[in-house]
């Protein structure tokens, strides 16, 4: 049995690669110490324990990307003749569930706390022998879980693009938009603080309902990419260039008369057909191999492209 190219990433990527594996590594650190933090400082907050969930959840995402980067770069075999990449895409899938379940749980504990009247409160502590009100250590907490996470998402998200790493962009994005997060959780404990009961739990409605949206988009388009659809950038808004380029590609061949193309996408990795009509058969197979090679150089995401010459193109 054929077996596709294994190599997962180009020599000038590797270092782009290395990046990002240290960068989740110091984002599962930090999480680890946001989560304790968090949990220290909970209170009877709804919002700041659905804040704190979900630094919980954005552990997901890191060590997701840690496993997968382990398996996708292993050679294909007779067993598994496309190689491993697609673990990326299992990766992906996993955090995307994850959050989506969480998230909706979160969602109707504070549906419930709203609807049922919870009042959260606010106590004082002491703290090195002087009373203080905890929302400031709350506060506190909240600044420290958004603060560098900000700049952790900023540091990811051009890596992901230039590895076309779904699961990468995916914990950059959510790293990123931490501070919104943030921001209305202090809100809203500030809110507590003034009395102001409810706010607690239309917060909690809400970032839960963000949680809920971001778990939606990743899981339909981690579902989507298991499912062959045709490529789509990393943000997965819109179709892959690498698909117009190979119709301009095969547009551009004399000898081609028309032509349908079909492509896929494994992970990091794209695999992919073209069906041609040729117009002139003279020389056909070193025709079809300098096409091949033009396809390849491309994209260097492009593992397996096949060109196959056909009397009828397929439906």
Sequence with gaps: MTEAKHQEF????????????????????YLLSVVVVMYLSLGQSQAMKTAWADDL????????FLLTARFVRRPANPEFPYGYHRAATIGYLTGAAALLV??????????????????ASIGMVVLFGRPIWAGYLMIAALLWSTV???FLGKAKLPIAEQLHDKVLFADADTNRADWQMGTATIISIVAIGLGWWWADGVMSILLASSIVLDGYKNLRQAVFDLMNQ???TVSGQENDPIVHKLQLLLKGLDWVRDFKIRMREEGHILYGEA???????????????????QAYDLDWRLKDFVLAVVDELPE
């Excluded at 180009?10 to 650190?29: D, G, N, Q």
């Excluded at 959840?57 to 997701?64: F, K, N, R």
């Excluded at 969480?102 to 009042?119: K, P, Q, S, T, Y």
């Design 10 to 29: 180009p020599a000038e990527l590797e270092a782009p690669f290395a990046r990002a594996k240290k960068l989740e590594w110091l984002t599962v650190a």
């Design 102 to 119: 969480i998230g909706l749980l979160l969602l109707l504990d504070g549906v419930e706390a709203l609807v049922g009247g919870e009042r």
């Design 275 to 293: 069906f041609v009509i040729a117009r002139d058969t003279t020389d056909l197979l070193p025709r079809i191999q300098r096409a091949t090679n």
């Design 57 to 64: 959840l954005g552990l997901v995402a890191p060590v997701s």
């Design 230 to 232: 045709t490529p789509k």
């Design 148 to 150: 560098p996470s900000y």
